[in-house]
């Protein structure tokens, strides 16, 4: 299993300009995730996902779209680029199976966006 | 919501203990769980704690939960320098174990 795939690895954007980071998990997992990771602050949820057309927003959802088409696809939209979005995002998954430990969360490598 | 809280950055020397501690408001969680970021990397789980444990050993860590003070602490016994990453604690939100909330995060940082 390739886990959790994330592209790209690096992006840098004009303002306005907008974009989809490509999130793909191959573990058949039914939760779905995207965190923004900012330092010294963590991770905040953007927005999540329950199922395949079943979506939901996080703590920091403003600026972001999101669709779940497919149980293995999650991308995540932003549609008019601020300086305030660069950042890491990960997306993660997790289901109720994964080994003995209830939700633990399998994360992608990130991708890391700039905003100029 | 849920506030998790650590303190930020944490230095020791090779063949020491470190110990990394978490505050957090809910008392409603069942598992909690610590993370570890490498350089470059996404998140790892590294352990976990169920909530009516007071103490979890796994080789050389050691999860210590106080449920009455809201703490909960990693310990490292014999640190090495492929311990120095992020350290995240993390939280379920009350009511529902898919979603978490993480804590800051503590830089390891091992000094050889």
């Known amino acids: 299993n390739a886990g959790v795939t994330q592209t790209p690895k690096f992006r840098i954007l004009k303002i306005g300009q907008s974009m989809t980071l490509q999130c793909t998990q191959d573990?058949?997992?039914?939760?779905m995730y995207w965190y923004r990771q900012d330092p010294g602050m963590g991770l905040k949820l953007i927005y999540y996902s329950v199922g395949a057309g079943i979506t939901d927003k996080g703590e920091v959802p403003n600026g972001y779209n999101v669709s779940r088409s497919t149980t293995e696809d999650f991308p995540l939209r932003l549609e008019l680029a601020a300086p305030s979005q660069t950042s890491v995002y990960f997306c993660?998954?997790?289901?109720?199976?994964?080994?003995?430990?209830?939700?633990?969360?399998?994360f992608g490598p990130g991708t890391r966006l700039t905003v100029t | 919501g849920e506030d998790v809280e650590q303190s930020l950055f944490l230095s020791v020397r090779e063949g020491d203990s470190s110990v990394i501690n978490c505050t957090y408001t809910d008392s409603s969680s069942t598992y909690l769980y610590w993370y570890k970021q490498e350089p470059g990397a996404g998140l790892q789980l590294l352990t976990y704690?169920?909530?009516?444990?007071d103490m979890k050993q796994d080789q050389r860590l050691t999860v210590l939960l106080n449920k009455k003070d809201k703490h909960l602490s990693l310990r490292i016994a014999d640190t090495q320098t492929g311990d120095s990453a992020i350290y995240f604690c993390?939280?379920?939100?009350?009511?529902?174990?898919?979603?978490?909330?993480f804590g800051t995060g503590t830089k390891l940082q091992v000094i050889p």
């Open positions: 704690i169920f909530s009516n444990m």
């Open positions: 573990m058949n997992h039914n939760y």
């Open positions: 993390a939280v379920p939100l009350t009511g529902g174990y898919q979603k978490v909330t």
């Open positions: 993660a998954s997790s289901s109720r199976e994964t080994r003995e430990v209830t939700y633990e969360q399998y």
